[in-house]
């Protein structure tokens, strides 16, 4: 088993930045790429971005691409988002997530491991 646990969130007002963190405990070897996903309110989940976990790759949705950057520390494991230029559209639940089976996760069906999710809110 491997467990997520995020913070980090909070209000903020447009423009402003975030840092998100995601700790990771448990079975972590068998864990091959991780990354984060959002749920705006009634809306379903969505890929923000993933690295791997033990290599240099990473990949982020175009709506956050140039804003948000993934980061990992394998020594602390814990996992990293840097979120900059803050927009209201950002507003939503985000989600840590884990994968044994995939170099990326830019799904939710390649996800093994979920986090409860931190809260983000961005005020106009």
């Known amino acids: 088993q491997v467990q997520l646990v995020e913070s980090g969130g909070g209000l903020v007002q447009a423009g402003g930045s975030l840092r998100l963190s995601c700790v990771v405990s448990?079975?972590?070897?068998?864990?091959?790429?991780m990354g984060w996903f959002r749920q705006a309110p009634g809306k379903d989940r969505e890929f923000v971005t993933t690295?791997?976990?033990?290599?240099?790759?990473?990949y982020y949705s175009d709506s956050v691409k140039g804003r948000f950057t993934i980061s990992r520390d394998n020594a602390k494991n814990t996992m990293y988002l840097q979120m900059n230029n803050l927009k209201p559209e950002d507003t939503a639940i985000y989600y840590c997530?884990?994968?044994?089976?995939?170099?990326?996760?830019?799904?939710?069906?390649?996800?093994?491991?979920w986090g409860k999710g931190t809260l983000v809110t961005v005020s106009s």
């Open positions: 997530a884990a994968s044994t089976k995939y170099g990326m996760v830019r799904a939710t069906d390649g996800v093994d491991y």
């Open positions: 448990g079975r972590t070897f068998s864990i091959s790429a």
């Open positions: 690295i791997t976990w033990r290599g240099v790759g990473t």
